[in-house]
């Protein structure tokens, strides 16, 4: 009767756990580097159009019901490409987002010079790259994490980016985490740049957490 039970408890826990990993919109993540209080800066798209701090490098960009839409434009011949100019270095970020039609979402940080590295998320899963310095014939972009699950395009999910000193840390709230260590990811950053290949992506809930202040 004991081992009944014990089996029925297992059995329980297997088809409750999936559940603990379901992914929402605007969930709180626990840091794994960092504390944070308040965020220093946060975003709702509860404007009709995007304020002074958002530079629209490629694609289109709006704000509809309460959202930021993103699309690529074929006539850019370039992903669409948005930029949140927010100057870091260690800092904290926290946004959710709904892949639609989107074949990725890169969540990318530059430093003065050019590219630094970027979070890359698909329907397949996550990983976290350095980017290659166009300037040196010899750079060549480093891989140091990968995460791989299904991702839903049309449910929406949570993402946090924790950057301190050489460290990387990304989560997404279904349970994926890359993390990864590099010398040149000590650096000053120019600000937070939204990418995406395909014909729509949503974002939300923008919250940013400046650690250097």
């Not at 011949?77 to 039609?101: E, G, I, Y």
């Not at 480093?142 to 990387?168: H, R």
């Not at 997404?172 to 740049?193: E, F, I, W």
């Amino acid at each position: 009767m004991m081992l009944k039970s014990i089996f029925c408890f297992c059995l329980a826990v297997m088809v409750l756990a999936p559940s603990l990993l379901q992914a929402e919109k605007n969930a709180t993540l626990k840091p794994a580097l960092v504390k944070t209080g308040q965020p220093s800066q946060s975003e709702a798209f509860d404007q009709k159009k995007l304020g002074k701090q958002w530079a629209v490098n490629k694609g289109e960009w709006t704000v509809s019901e309460d959202l930021l839409v993103g699309k690529e434009l074929p006539a850019d011949k370039h992903a669409a490409v948005l930029t949140w100019k927010l100057p870091n270095r260690n800092s904290m970020l926290r946004c959710s987002f709904q892949l639609k039609d989107a074949k990725f979402f890169h969540l990318s940080l530059n430093h003065p010079k050019g590219h630094l590295f970027r979070v890359m998320i698909d329907k397949n899963g996550m990983i976290l790259r350095t980017d290659k310095d166009k300037k040196d014939p010899k750079s060549k972009p480093i891989t140091l994490a990968k995460a791989q699950g299904k991702l839903d395009p049309n449910q929406w999910y949570t993402l946090q980016l924790e950057m301190q000193g050489d460290q990387v840390v990304a989560q997404l709230d279904n349970g994926l985490k890359v993390a990864g260590q590099h010398p040149s990811l000590d650096s000053q950053k120019t600000g937070y740049r939204f990418v995406l290949k395909g014909d729509t992506l949503l974002l939300d809930d923008m919250a940013v957490w400046n650690l250097d202040d």
